[in-house]
Each structure stands twice: as structure tokens, then as C-alpha cells.
């Protein structure tokens, strides 16, 4: 277990704190990240302030009705579909992207979601399935030494997007007030009893590993795997905790008593925008206050995604989306597809609203909004429902329709629907990887990466 009691750090921080009042919440400083090298050991020129980066991934459950979807002209020019047509406003800010697909997602029913960050293949052989690391904590363990938490994951129904190094899903909270406590609570005792919790945590964990060593050499082979990945997680429990420790210290940011009551009240699923709305601005607040750079947001699992009823819509996203053609379960399809855009929108609004020096938050935060699925009735994975918005300052250009579909097609057939299906459920352009996507995305976090999953390139036809 690493040594909790980092005595120079402790003395560094209090000496930046100093005469600033123990009530003060300072804004997050890069002298202030645990296990950096403090200011006076580099010199001034070496220093220089960079400018924070951060993503969001936004998942949507099941497809879309890829009959209303489907934007038909590619470049500046396109016109956005009618469930589109929120983000109009933000037409210099985004990027639809058609044609997309994951080469082991084609075929998969409801395990999309789990590969969506991770382009893993999804095999029952030898054993359950054992997924990679995702794009998201790619990022993370580049921006996790400026900030309090390295991720955040979340979800508004259910599931997860992150997973580890070790392929292991990390939980996503979706209680606004188990989110803003996490974020800005003070522990209940004071640091004592904190400090307190997080050493008999340390001596556990100490206790499990030591067992564990011994145990490990008197199991067969299938138990020592499901050891080694119980004890991945216990690693990553440590991890956690030296983090936690290292923290104690920093003053969280204040959010004022409005905010707070806005952000924590017990919200029934039944009012779902109001759900959707608190979940992006806690989002919002944990990106300004840079309490994190890196963002999950499930929307809802494959099998568990509201009902809207303010719309008028009282099945889940599942049922809908197993339409078998029927007129009025695609018109409530398309209608939901349209409620999930505006809560995107109200999100990007959001990050447009605040200004950082000379540029927005959206400008230096990359959202990427989709599914790992296009249209849910038969399970089609091909030509998968993508937006990518933000991150101006990181490179990364937008205002045309990126499609990779048209070069081969010419043009989409909307008038026959089972020639559209089909578009949807095989790739048109082979090569159109969305790992390629995600790689782009990394490169552009910092992350030192070449390839990432089956990618082969970085789309530079996203970049200025």
C-alpha cells in the first residue's frame, strides 16, 4: 500500500493556501495536483499555463428512427432532419457524422453500449465476456493529475461506458444528490474522521492483497482468473483511495445554497427533461469548477431506457425501438429521438454559456453524442447515429456533415425503407472505423497513442 502521510506535499499545499482563510475555495491550480513536481522545483519558463482540455460521451440507447434520422447531403450545406433540428443553433459547433460502424458490434444484439468506448469483440469463448480499456480512461490517466477526480461516470437509467485497463466497468451514479455530494460534499466529522475512514480502507486493502498472494498458488487455473480480476479491482480500489487521501486537503469549490437545492432535489423518472436537465448542468458544474475533465453519461441502457410521458411517449426506448414497421410506434420513435437531441442541446447551450479567458467551455470540451446502435428492430449496427461537438481550441473543426456512406451510394433511398435497413445493418464504407473516431479524439486529449481498438487512421477531415 503507498505511504498515505506525503509529508512534502501536505507542507507545499498549505504554504500555496497560506493566509487565504480555511474557508476560501480555491480554483483548481496545477501547483495543487497530488504527485506533481511543485513550482519551485522548475523554473518559470518551464512552467507555462496550458489550457485545460476535457470530453464528453453521451450514449443513446437502442438507435434512432434512422428513417427520420438520416441527414442526406454531405458537407457545409446539409439541412439537419426534423429530431435534428434543435442543434441548428449550434450548426458551427458540430458534426454529424453518418457511416460510422464497430467491426465486432455488427451482429450484436444489446452489448453495444459496452463497446462503444472500447471497440472490443464480444466472445462467449473460454469464459465470460472480458472487455478492454476505454477511450474515456485513456484520457483520464492524461488529465487525472490536474484534477480531484480523474472521470466521472454516469447514467440517467442505468449501465456504465468506462471500463479500466483491466476491462472492468466502472459503476455510474445517476442520483443527482449522490453526484453533487460526491463532487462538492464535506465528509460528515471533518478530515479527522476522514482521514480516519480512508487509513482503516488502506489497512484493508493491505490485509486483501497479503491473503490474496498466498491464496493465489493453491487455486486451479479458472479461479485463479477470477481472483486476478477481483484483485484488479482491489488495486484499483487502492488507487483510488491514495487519491481520496492526497485530496483531503484541497478545499472543495463552494456552489452556492441555490445551486445546491436546484441540483439535489429527488427527481421521479416520470419527469424525465427535468432528469435529463439536472444530470447536464451537474456535468457542467464538475467541468467549470475542473473537478474533472472526463465525462460518461449513459442515457439509458440497450434494455432500460425511460419513458417519456411529457411527451406523450409511456413506452421505454427498448420497446420502441422493436417497431416491426409500425407507423405509430416510429412516429413516438422519432419523437423520443427529438426529446434526446433537445436535452443535448440544452447541454451544449450550457457549456456555450461560460466563458474561460478568451473561449467558451464548449470550446475546450469535445462531446461526442450517439449509439452503438442505428436502428434497434433488427439489431442493425452499421451507419451508427453520431454528433461530435466542441473542442474548437483542441483542433478540431466543425459546420459540415461528415458522411461516409454517400461516396459509394450516391444518394439514400428513404422512399424503401428495407434499402435504408440495410445501409444500417452493413457497412457501406469498410474502413469507416468508429475507433478511428475515438483515436482521433485521444490524440487530440494528449493521449500517446498511434492506434486504439481496429483503428487504422485519425480522421483528419475533422480537424482545421
Known amino acids: 500500500m503507498a505511504n498515505f502521510n506525503s509529508r512534502r506535499w501536505k507542507i507545499n499545499r498549505r504554504h500555496v493556501l497560506r493566509g487565504m482563510g480555511a474557508s476560501m475555495a480555491l480554483p483548481l491550480m496545477q501547483c495543487m495536483a497530488p504527485g506533481q513536481l511543485m513550482a519551485e522545483e522548475k523554473s518559470a519558463s518551464q512552467q507555462g499555463p496550458t489550457q485545460p482540455k476535457r470530453a464528453v460521451f453521451i450514449y443513446v440507447p437502442n438507435g434512432v428512427n434512422t428513417l427520420t434520422w438520416q441527414i442526406q447531403k454531405a458537407g457545409a450545406d446539409y439541412e439537419l432532419t426534423g429530431p435534428m433540428k434543435s442543434l441548428e443553433e449550434h450548426r458551427q459547433q ?22 462503444w468506448l472500447t471497440s472490443a469483440k464480444i466472445s462467449q469463448e473460454g469464459g465470460a465476456f472480458r472487455n478492454s480499456i476505454s ?133 421521479p423518472n416520470t419527469e424525465a427533461g427535468d432528469l435529463y436537465r439536472t444530470i447536464y448542468d451537474l456535468m457542467v458544474l464538475a467541468l467549470r469548477t475542473d473537478m474533472t475533465r472526463v465525462i460518461t453519461c449513459m442515457s439509458g441502457s440497450e434494455s432500460n431506457g425511460l419513458a417519456i410521458p411529457e411527451i406523450g411517449v409511456a413506452q421505454s426506448r427498448h420497446e420502441l425501438s422493436h417497431h ?88 439514400y433511398n428513404m422512399e424503401e425503407s428495407k434499402k435504408h435497413y440495410h445501409v444500417c445493418s452493413r457497412p457501406v464504407d469498410g474502413d469507416a472505423h468508429l475507433s478511428n473516431l475515438l483515436l482521433t479524439m485521444m490524440q487530440r486529449m494528449d493521449v500517446k497513442v498511434d492506434q486504439f481498438g481496429d483503428s487504422h487512421r485519425v480522421m483528419t477531415e475533422l480537424m482545421g
Open 135 to 267: 477511450a474515456d480512461q485513456m484520457m483520464a490517466e492524461v488529465t487525472s493529475q490536474h484534477t480531484r477526480f480523474p472521470s466521472l461516470e454516469l447514467a440517467v437509467t442505468g449501465g456504465t461506458l468506462g471500463w479500466s485497463r483491466d476491462g472492468i466497468p466502472l459503476p455510474a451514479e445517476r442520483r443527482p444528490r449522490a453526484i453533487f455530494d460526491r463532487l462538492f460534499g464535506v465528509e460528515k466529522g471533518g478530515m479527522e474522521v476522514a482521514k480516519r475512514k480512508l487509513n482503516r480502507r488502506g489497512s484493508v486493502l493491505d490485509a486483501i492483497l497479503e491473503d490474496a498472494t498466498s491464496f493465489r498458488g493453491k487455486i486451479g487455473t479458472e479461479d485463479r482468473n477470477k481472483l486476478d480480476e477481483y484483485l484488479h479491482a482491489v488495486r484499483d480500489v487502492e488507487l483510488r483511495t491514495q487519491r481520496s487521501y492526497d485530496w483531503l486537503e484541497v478545499p472543495k469549490p463552494e456552489v452556492a445554497a441555490e445551486t445546491k437545492a436546484k441540483l439535489t432535489r429527488n427527481i
Open 324 to 411: 416491426n414497421g409500425d407507423p405509430e410506434q416510429l412516429r413516438r420513435l422519432t419523437e423520443t429521438d427529438t426529446f434526446l437531441v433537445q436535452q443535448f442541446s440544452y447541454f451544449l447551450n450550457r457549456l456555450k454559456s461560460y466563458q474561460e479567458e478568451n473561449q467558451t467551455l464548449l470550446d475546450s470540451t469535445m462531446v461526442l453524442f450517439g449509439s452503438g446502435m442505428a436502428y434497434g428492430h433488427s439489431h442493425g449496427n452499421a451507419n451508427l447515429p453520431m454528433v461530435l461537438a466542441g473542442g474548437s481550441s483542441m483542433g478540431l473543426k466543425h459546420g459540415s456533415h461528415v458522411d461516409y456512406n454517400l461516396p459509394t451510394l450516391g444518394q
Open 94 to 115: 458540430i458534426t454529424p457524422i453518418s457511416g460510422l460502424y464497430h467491426p465486432n458490434g455488427i451482429g450484436q444484439a444489446h452489448e453495444c453500449d459496452k463497446i
